[in-house]
């Protein structure tokens, strides 16, 4: 089963319970709305800095939305293990 993106929870776990845009949201964490938006739609990786503005504003722990991105990162590259063109290495 694909593990959910952080961003995915983020929408719906916090954005969504507390009735939040995504501009409202940029403005509480003190971030750029670009920047949420690109997390909250799934198109860049939640950084170690935004899941502790997350935890210091909302409570969320910033090991778990880290963890979380690292389920779904390690989920991505093992569906795309084909593309990485290495042998292991054998001693002599």
Same mark, same amino acid.
């Given at each position: 089963? =694909?593990? #959910? ?5 983020? +929408? ?9 845009? /995504?501009?409202?949201?940029?403005? /509480?964490?003190?971030?750029? +709305?670009?920047?949420? #938006?690109?997390?909250?739609?799934? =198109?860049? #990786? ?6 502790? +503005? /997350? ?5 969320? #722990? ?21 593309? /990485?063109?290495?042998? +292991?290495?054998?001693?002599?």
């Amino acid at each position: 089963m =694909k593990p #959910s993106h952080p961003g995915d929870f983020i +929408r719906t776990e916090i954005l969504e319970e507390f009735n939040l845009s /995504i501009s409202r949201a940029a403005e /509480i964490l003190h971030v750029r +709305r670009a920047t949420l #938006s690109d997390l909250v739609h799934e =198109k860049t #990786s939640l950084s170690p800095e935004m899941a502790l +503005r /997350i935890e210091k504003t909302f409570g969320v #722990s910033m090991e778990t939305l880290l963890q979380m991105q690292a389920w779904f990162d390690s989920y991505t590259m093992r569906r795309n293990e084909d593309h /990485i063109q290495v042998e +292991r290495y054998q001693t002599i």
